[in-house]
């Protein structure tokens, strides 16, 4: 069992950054991988990026690429989500999730993901 708690997020300008935590409480000795996502109201949760447990190997959708960094603390047991050059387009609730998994295989599709954080609002204003 994890429990997730996010933070970081908040309203920025076009071209601004955030950077989004996920602490993690987590069984001691258990593997995760994690994942950020995305949702706005209407629409299905996006995913955005993911990590693997030793933080080898990442994954982004191709919309953040190149502006989106995911990393890791395994030493604090939390995941970073560092975003530049925002867009009023990446205004969202950002979640993450964990899955128990100790394997170097980044995953993005949504039903592999176990455990919920509760959000944290991204606002970019243009």
């Known amino acids: 069992q994890v429990s997730l ?14 950077r989004l935590s996920c602490a993690a409480s987590a069984r001691t000795g258990r ?3 994690v ?7 209407g629409k299905d949760r996006e995913f955005v990026a993911a990590i693997t ?13 190149g502006r989106f960094t995911i990393s890791k603390d395994n030493a604090k047991n939390t995941v970073y989500l560092e975003m ?15 899955r ?15 455990y919920w954080g509760q959000g944290t609002q991204v606002t970019v204003s243009s």
């Open 84 to 98: 530049n050059g925002l867009k009023p387009e990446d205004t969202a609730v950002y979640y993450c999730a964990a």
């Open 53 to 65: 447990w030793s933080g080898g190997n990442t994954l982004y959708a191709d919309s953040v690429k």
């Open 35 to 41: 994942a950020w996502w995305r949702q706005v109201p």
């Open 100 to 114: 128990g998994s100790g394997s170097e295989m980044v995953l993005s599709g949504i039903r592999y993901y176990n």
């Open 31 to 33: 593997s995760y991988a």
């Open 5 to 18: 708690s996010e933070s970081g997020g908040g309203s920025v300008q076009a071209g601004g950054s955030l």
